[in-house]
């Protein structure tokens, strides 16, 4: 994505804590509001003024958190694929294939299984359960090669857990469910502008989840981006660009 951003932009990708390339802590906490912290610590130690997030799954819950709570820092933000509804909402529109997979990764116990000692992320089912299309043999490895440490799997099971939806089909009572609950809240009252990408027919933001936002966003362009599933930056990359593009031009 980076390249096809105009160039007089100051583009900074950030890795989180035990994802990509960056550092696994000890203690195996990669909890939301960690994850918050190193986002904050790091807008702060490089003095980062009226940024724009571009923002997705895991960082679109931290950056969503941090449009809500520094708002005065904040121009602008485009996702996509995120969680930006309320427990019950969200629950309803995922695709059974999530939800089956929620309800034998929702214990701890299963958790590690499937996701520790089974690989599930950097298998190739996992691959293809996000891209929702054919990819090369080649490309595989950059997906799967951040999980062949397997200390390194401990990031999704340590992390937000969605699965625990899972238990009360989204109605009762949880962290998670709360997390979203106040994502949710922040969001319909923001007036922060927002750029918001859908395709059909996603993973995490399917129709209800579009309907939810074009119901509620108060400050919002949406672009629709045809077929796609959940890495869309990867599906559609130059279409998402010159869209982010002609938005972030257009803004005040």
Known sequence: MIPNIDSNKKVIALDFLGFGKSSFPIDRNVSVEVQYKMLTDFIEAKQLKNVT?????????????????????????????????????????????????????????????WMVKRNFAGKKLAVNFCTGRKLPKEAYKYYTEPWDEKERRYAITNGPDPAVLSYTKGKGESEFATLLDTISNGMKETQIPILYFYAKKGLVNRKKAVEY??????????????????????????????????????LQ
């Open 53 to 113: 997030l571009f923002i997705q799954d895991l960082g679109s819950i931290v950056g969503m958190l941090y449009a809500i709570r520094a708002p005065q820092n904040v121009k602008a933000m485009a996702l996509f694929e995120a969680p930006f509804m309320p427990a019950e909402v969200m629950y309803n529109q995922l695709p059974f294939s999530f939800k089956a997979f929620m309800r034998i990764t929702r214990t701890q116990k299963g958790n590690e299984k």
């Open 213 to 250: 936002a074009k119901e509620n966003f108060k400050n919002a362009t949406y672009i629709y981006l045809g077929k796609g599933k959940h890495f869309l930056t990867e599906s559609h990359p130059k279409q998402m660009s010159q869209k982010f593009n002609e938005w972030y031009g257009a």
